[in-house]
């Protein structure tokens, strides 16, 4: 079974970074696809960024385009989303998901196998 475990969550001021991981344990050869998505309160969980991790290929969701960046290191089985130019609009619990097709398609009944979450807040 594949467990997925995120970090690297916190308050940073807005403009700041952060760097979330998603560190996969168990099953780790059964998964390309990972996803991120994030939920504010209050508001329904939305797909922010998917990778596949055999070709590279990737996707975002227009509000990150340019200011987030999703990559992985295999040797690692761990995906990390890099986050730049925050906004205290991106506050959200951010989660990391397997993605149960190929190309990554940012639907959230796409996936499986959820992370935690890992809260990220931007304010100043």
């Known amino acids: 079974q594949l467990q997925l475990v995120e970090s690297g969550g916190g308050l940073v001021q807005p403009g700041g970074s952060l760097r979330l991981a998603c560190a996969a344990s168990g099953f780790t050869s059964d998964y390309n696809v990972i996803g991120w998505f994030r939920q504010a309160p209050g508001k329904e969980r939305e797909g922010v960024s998917c990778?596949?991790?055999?070709?590279?290929?990737?996707d975002y969701a227009d509000s990150v385009k340019g200011r987030f960046t999703i990559s992985s290191d295999n040797s690692k089985d761990t995906v990390y989303l890099q986050m730049n130019s925050l906004l205290p609009e991106d506050t959200a619990v951010y989660y990391c998901a397997r993605g149960l097709y190929t190309p990554c398609i940012l639907s959230e009944y796409l996936y499986d196998a959820w992370g935690q979450g890992a809260q990220v807040t931007v304010s100043s």
């Open positions: 990778m596949s991790r055999r070709d590279g290929r990737t």
